[in-house]
């Protein structure tokens, strides 16, 4: 069985600050997908950032980049320069190539 | 980028009856199709999966005679819901695969459908 877990149901950051959101995952494949999505008040699911698992190096997206752990089965998101339309809920999911198996979500505020 | 829409975007009916809600991807063809649900203030639950042609597989504790899901065409998706009960309320989100980049992985979500049942 896979599961995700996010365990911060909540965070928050200032405007221009750095905040890190955690993720960690269990599955027993070895060739699987990790992936960030955010999903702001209008509910549209948005691709953040992925990660193939048999890459080492560190996915990176502008502000966004991740810290993957595979031995510790951890993959957590880093939010570089937060803005305000950064708020939103934020949910890790792995995919092992038959669907997405997703977080409970973190609940990410931008305070000015 | 990959576009998948979903209709209606929002629906209130009564209960009893049958709701249907598409999704559509625009601009490729999506061999796998994925329903899920989402009630307030939680994640995503995968209800099933298509592929194009043939029988939808349901997950745990989804009930296929009340989930009709018909996936007719590698561009078109649609999910039933019979004699839909206020329980049903809750917001659908269909997402779309294609076969032609396996590297990439990435489904494509539509925006959703809310549901409300009176």
């Known amino acids: 069985a896979q599961t995700v877990t996010q365990s911060q149901p909540e965070m928050s950051v200032q405007e221009a600050e750095t905040v890190t959101l955690s993720c960690t995952y269990d599955t027993s494949e070895s060739d699987y997908y990790l992936f960030w999505y955010k999903q702001p008040p209008s509910r549209q699911m948005i691709l953040v950032i992925r990660?193939?698992?048999?890459?080492?190096q560190n996915a990176t997206e502008n502000r966004f980049s991740v810290n993957f752990q595979k031995a510790a089965k951890s993959f957590s998101l880093k939010i570089s320069d937060s803005q305000l339309g950064d708020a939103a809920m934020y949910f890790c999911?792995?995919?092992?190539?038959?669907?997405?198996?997703f977080g409970k979500g973190t609940s990410l505020l931008v305070t000015p | 980028g990959a576009v998948v829409s979903q209709h209606p975007s929002w629906v209130i009916c009564k209960s009893g009856t049958s709701v249907k809600i598409e999704c559509r991807s625009l601009d490729f063809q999506a061999t796998t199709m994925f329903w899920y649900r989402q009630f307030p203030k939680q994640s995503l639950m995968l209800m099933a999966t298509s592929n194009e042609g043939s029988k939808a597989t349901y997950e745990q504790g989804v009930e296929k005679d009340k989930f009709l899901i018909n996936h007719a065409s590698l561009t078109l998706s649609t999910l039933t819901v019979t004699s839909a009960h206020p329980e049903d309320s809750s917001f659908y989100i269909c997402?779309?695969?294609?076969?032609?980049?396996?590297?990439?992985?990435?489904?494509?979500f539509g925006p959703g459908t809310r549901l409300t049942v009176l």
């Open positions: 990660q193939e698992a048999y890459k080492q």
């Open positions: 999911a792995l995919d092992s190539g038959y669907a997405l198996n």
């Open positions: 997402s779309a695969r294609t076969s032609g980049t396996p590297s990439d992985n990435e489904q494509f």
